[in-house]
T-cell receptor, first 115, second 109 residues
Framework: GAGVSQSPSNKVTEKGKDVELRCDPI?????LYWYRQSLGQGLEFLIY????????KSGLPSDRFSAERTGGSVSTLTIQRTQQEDSAVYLC?????????????FGDGTRLSIL | GQQVMQIPQYQHVQEGEDFTTYCNSSTTLSNIQWYKQRPGGHPVFLIQ?????EVKKQKRLTFQFGEAKKNSSLHITATQTTDVGTYFCAWSPGNQFYFGTGTSLTVIP
């Protein structure tokens, strides 16, 4: 398919473990965003990438969170030493470029549960 | 900083009734987008508004952008059960993207 692909779709792990979430954006989309959505809540901006520019990490909640994007395509969001409050759905979106003029295309998300 | 409020948080309507959700900003927005998220799904782009006073329609959905570009609304005429979900406004002050808190719509058959 030509949509945004995220994996895994579900992840259950123990508190203190590290997790890695993957996002494969739509081909040709230079902008990639990560969001976190807690149950019944809105979307919390985490980080975005635009092409090969340095990412905007201003939304990351702590230094346990990091993300990278290799070759301007696939991105991974890593959470180290997970805490229970990290439990949420992590959504990835891509768009042709950054900025409010482009619609965002979302993946199905990774549902992360920290025991 | 920029503050955008989305109201109401929840709305229950009888099928066939109308529904409106509002986003109100403390500052001027360059543009605004609207998304729908079905239960268990991901947000899906509906529309973008750019011009002052702009009105766009998609079948039973009417989107408005205020004259001062500080508020926007999404109105659904004669709701159907397929309209169930959470509706978000979104804006981008530069390259970052922010979403409103959303309005969860329940349609009672």
């Amino acid at each position: 398919g030509a949509g945004v692909s995220q994996s895994p779709s579900n992840k259950v792990t123990e508190k203190g473990k590290d997790v890695e979430l993957r996002c494969d954006p739509i081909s040709g989309h230079t902008a990639l965003y990560w969001y976190r959505q807690s149950l019944g809540q809105g979307l919390e901006f985490l980080i975005y990438f635009q092409g090969n520019s340095a990412p905007d990490k201003s939304g990351l909640p702590s230094d346990r969170f990091s993300a990278e994007r290799t070759g301007g395509s696939v991105s991974t969001l890593t959470i180290q030493r997970t805490q229970q409050e990290d439990s949420a759905v992590y959504l990835c979106a891509s768009s042709l470029t950054t900025g409010g003029n482009q619609p965002q295309h979302f993946g199905d998300g990774t549902r992360l549960s920290i025991l | 900083g920029q503050q955008v409020m989305q109201i109401p948080q929840y709305q229950h309507v009888q099928e066939g009734e109308d529904f409106t959700t509002y986003c109100n900003s403390s500052t001027t927005l360059s543009n605004i987008q609207w998304y729908k998220q079905r239960p268990g799904g991901h947000p899906v782009f509906l529309i973008q508004l750019v011009k002052s006073g702009e009105v766009k329609k998609q079948k039973r959905l009417t989107f408005q952008f205020g004259e001062a570009k500080k508020n926007s609304s999404l109105h659904i005429t004669a709701t159907q059960t397929t309209d169930v979900g959470t509706y978000f406004c979104a804006w981008s002050p530069g390259n970052q993207f922010y979403f409103g808190t959303g309005t969860s719509l329940t349609v009672i058959p």
